[in-house]
């Protein structure tokens, strides 16, 4: 996936793949977008980790995610359908949101950062609503119980790492979207 973010190929490849369903999931737009070598590239969790992000955050330029970056995020996401849907291939949206809360002993309880969470869920929602000016309501889920991050999630807590409900949730959706379309 790094390889297909710096080079470029990750449209092409999935293409190539020809799948029957994309399934598109923004949580990680979480990272930074930095401009360098002349394209865009995401300052994931792993590049940060290595000699490649730390050249990247010396050399490069941070792209500011302001009204003009959702304006660039809506034409590419445009660009981006376009491309996967012109074959035989749906594309589905886990509509995922930042959890303000976390499973407990004592039931749930808020995260701290509650103002951190809610400006990322603000920008999630406006990339949402981009993609649904490009996609039917139908090709969207949108998980109906109360989100929870999980204290105990493989990855670490995180308003991002959710409770097992919810990933057991997204899978059935997946699958009944499947069959309606194979239907």
């Avoid at 309880?109 to 809610?118: A, H, P, T, W």
């Avoid at 204290?151 to 059935?172: C, D, L, N, V």
Wanted: hydrophobic share 35%; aromatic share 12%.
């Amino acid at each position: 996936m790094i390889g297909h973010d710096l080079e470029k190929t990750g449209i092409e490849s999935l293409i190539q793949r020809n799948p029957d369903i994309v399934v598109i999931d923004l949580i990680d737009e979480r990272f930074q977008v930095y401009e360098y070598s002349g394209t865009l590239v995401t300052l994931s969790a792993r590049i940060a980790k290595e000699q490649l992000g730390m050249e990247i955050r010396q050399k490069g330029r941070l792209f500011r995610r302001n009204e003009a970056f959702c304006k660039y995020f809506s034409q590419c996401a445009e660009l981006i359908l376009r491309r996967i849907c012109g074959g035989n291939t749906k594309v589905l949206v886990n509509e995922a949101y930042w959890a303000e809360y976390h499973a407990s002993d004592d039931g749930t309880k808020s995260y701290d950062d509650l103002g951190n969470i809610r400006r990322n869920n603000e920008r999630l929602r406006q990339y949402y609503n981009s993609l649904r000016t490009f996609l039917p309501r139908k090709n969207f889920i949108r998980y109906d119980g109360q989100l929870l991050g999980d204290p105990m999630h493989k990855w670490g807590e995180s308003p991002f790492h959710y409770t097992a409900s919810y990933y057991q949730y997204i899978a059935r959706k997946i699958i009944e979207f499947g069959e309606e379309q194979c239907a």
